[in-house]
């Protein structure tokens, strides 16, 4: 399994890396330059891709884990490199609906941190959208957000659920 996700990782990183234009990294900067002259359109997202299959199974594995071994032991699991909530790019977070991070392997800064209040780069509400979608059934949304172990903000796409009315788990993959 964690073989599939970097395969799939490193395919991704390419052909991101060939189909996409390049963001910037510098904070505040908004969104990815326009490529002037170019009649390319926004890439179309095909949520029924193997990719976006297997972050599902994932956020559904990880909704039955926190709900059968408790919160202490799942949000340590989570934060876990090692664990099989980790492969690559691909991982596991949890927020409660106050806004307060509680897992985000990726991202371990803002771990403890509310986060209700916080937008993407693209200036989109990334904690409303996702509390929204976990609260009304779980789906996806797409976000902005720094790929691990590096600098690079990123468009990822996500999927979120519900876990007890009180917090929601989600993944998500980058694009």
């Not at 390049?22 to 330059?33: I, K, L, V, Y």
């Not at 590096?150 to 979120?160: L, Q």
Request: charged share 20%.
């Amino acid at each position: 399994m964690a073989v599939r996700y970097i395969v799939l990782f490193v395919l991704t990183s390419f052909l991101c890396a060939c189909d996409m234009p390049e963001q910037s990294n510098r904070p505040g900067s908004g969104n990815a330059p326009e490529v002037k002259g170019s009649s390319r359109r926004p890439r179309q997202i095909d949520y029924n891709n193997p990719e976006h299959e297997d972050v599902i199974a994932l956020v559904k594995r990880a909704r039955s884990y926190y709900t059968r071994n408790g919160d202490i032991k799942a949000l340590d699991d989570f934060m876990d490199p090692s664990s099989q909530f980790v492969a690559g790019n691909t991982y596991v977070f949890v927020y409660d609906y106050a806004g307060k991070c509680l897992a985000e392997w990726g991202n371990p800064s803002v771990v403890g941190k509310d986060m209700s209040g916080w937008s993407d780069m693209n200036n989109n509400p990334m904690f409303a959208q996702a509390s929204d979608k976990a609260r009304n059934g779980g789906g996806w949304y797409s976000t902005t957000w720094r790929a691990p172990n590096s600098t690079n903000i990123r468009p990822k796409d996500c999927y979120v659920i519900d876990v007890d009315g009180k917090v929601f788990v989600g993944s998500g993959v980058y694009r």
